[in-house]
């Protein structure tokens, strides 16, 4: 009994390091890593330093590009005996046809997850020694693999089932068309779809995502296996039912399947120091604070000594508070990379237009006809001072900014003084003249 045990399971392990080392599949982890890191790598400076977003980007490679590929390359696999026309001979091998199919499939689910690993510590490497407080998602690693297995099985099933030589690359846009188009659903049922966009920068996957978006991918990939290649193809029914259950629990619960980040929720914040005041960031920006800190030092140098001037300035992902002021946006990729200012002149100009942004509604903003185009033009004035700028705007400002920095520094202090305590007033006759 021993001894066939060992010399039905030798075969097959022969068998499969056999397909691995030949034919397609070695190509395939190569291609698949390669297909992730050129785009990714494209677009490095929108999510090196941040773990939510370069995971967010290395999903939606994964999903669209890297997945396709993998079934048009399982596919073209699975045709293999018919474009050599042996498939007849497999009738003669003394192996079931799911043994067969498991053997010959598997390598390239193999290393199709071998060149995501590849990719996945490369990207992960580059964000590493910018990165913040939080940390990766094994969830979504774990959903990211089981999406390319199970698609590899899938393809491999197609490519035998058609004998056109085109069905490999013809498959790969299905699938595009597949996981990319729910996307555009409002519906929960976008959920379904192992290509939705998931906003890890804010947000992270519940403990069970895993199980059950593996359970809903892996389910239908064990049914279409199992109904092609199962001796007892009513077996099938057994995975059918597990996707069932698992689709039935993804599309109620729907945005519910993430939670806020943690790292997101939580505030890091500079050192106090008198006369300069506080900026506090999520805590998986605190890298960006030096870049920050020192883009605000000219502004924050005017308005030292002024009556009512914030004592604290908060990136608007958290939202100030009562008494605090918010920062101007820092995205990466825009005015940020690798967690420093591109322009940090930009940068203060609009963290001052957010200080003396009243946010009227227009109605109340030209209540008063003429007059009120004066406030506007203050506003320009004091926004072009405070952030050291060259020029306003508005080219009417212009002799005011001129008024504002020939007034004397006690005077001016008194003045700024005033004029902030009017920010959320949206009457024009209140806020002083320069």
Known sequence: MTTTITSTKAPARAALRTELRRGIAPWTGPAV????????????????GSWG??????????????????????????????????????????????????????????????????????????????????GPSLSIVATDLGLLLSIGFVGFVVGRLVRW???????AAAFYVLLGAPGYVE?????????????????????????VLLAWTGGIAATVLLAYAARRRLLAVVPLALAVVAGAVIVPTGADLFRENPAVARRV?????AGTPQICVKASDAPVLPSVSKALEGMFSRLEGVPGAPAVYVDTGIGPKDG??????????????????TDPRAYASNTALTLVDRDCPDGLRTSEGKRAKRPDLTDDAVRTWLAG??????????????????MPDAGRKAWLGRYLATLKSCTPSEVPAL
Request: glycine share 6%.
């Open 389 to 406: 700028d060259e020029s306003p705007w508005d080219p009417e400002a212009r002799p005011l900014v001129a008024r504002l920095t020939a």
């Open 324 to 341: 605090e002021a918010a920062l101007g946006a820092a995205t990466r990729g825009w005015n940020l990379t690798r967690n420093r200012l």
């Open 165 to 171: 030589r085109l069905i490999a690359p013809v498959l």
């Open 33 to 48: 890593a390669l297909t992730l890191l050129v785009p990714l790598w494209s677009k490095a400076p929108q999510w090196q």
């Open 187 to 211: 519906s929960n049922a976008r959920f379904l779809s192992p290509g939705e966009e998931y906003m890890l920068e804010r947000s992270v996957p519940v403990w069970w995502f895993a199980p």
């Open 269 to 273: 914040c500079t050192a106090p120091a």
């Open 53 to 134: 977003e370069t995971q967010s980007q290395l999903h939606a490679a994964t999903a669209l590009l890297g997945a396709p590929l993998v079934a048009a390359a399982a596919c073209w696999q699975g045709g293999r005996e018919h474009r050599r026309r042996t498939a007849e001979l497999l009738l003669s091998v003394p192996r079931s046809r799911l043994a067969q199919v498991t053997t010959a499939a598997t390598p390239i689910a193999l290393w199709a997850a071998a060149g995501y690993l590849l990719a996945l510590g490369v990207v992960f490497a580059a964000t590493a020694p910018y990165a913040g407080a939080g």
